[in-house]
């Protein structure tokens, strides 16, 4: 599987924005200060992103980046797509000339599996994501609570 640093950074980039932006823009710096991802690396990203419509620039003082669709409207599969990620495990990325120019025996099963990975990636959007962290992290406050609870009865 090809999936990079620059999916995965793009991912938590975009992941970053949708949890700080609250209707005003993230600057890029503040998120690579926040994910340790250099701050050129994500001016590359960006400038992706913007042209692929996931993200916003917004020019001037107090500029940055704001999503350009609701959080539910972005999946992981589109933002890994839009900086030209591939999710492709066969190594003749799909072309069926991974064996001397020849399909090799397991190329439908590593195709068929890209897709199936594709499809996964498709489904889940930005703000299933913050829905997960939320909620793990209140599953985490309550364990400490009810650890808590135990050591002082």
Sequence with gaps: ???TTKGRYAVTAVLDLALNSQDKP??????????AISLSYLEQLFSKLRKNNIV???RGPGGGYLL???RDEISVAHIINAVNESIELSRCDGRANCHDGKQCLTHNL?????SRINEFLDNI?????I???E???AERTLELVDSISVTTV
């Design 26 to 35: 993230v600057n890029l710096s503040d998120i690579s200060e926040r994910q």
């Design 135 to 137: 909620q793990q992290a």
């Design 68 to 70: 350009n669709s609701s």
């Design 1 to 3: 599987m090809r999936l």
């Design 131 to 133: 829905r997960q962290n």
């Design 56 to 58: 916003k620039s917004i």
């Design 110 to 114: 590593w195709v068929d599996l890209s």
């Design 125 to 129: 959007s930005i703000g299933e994501l």
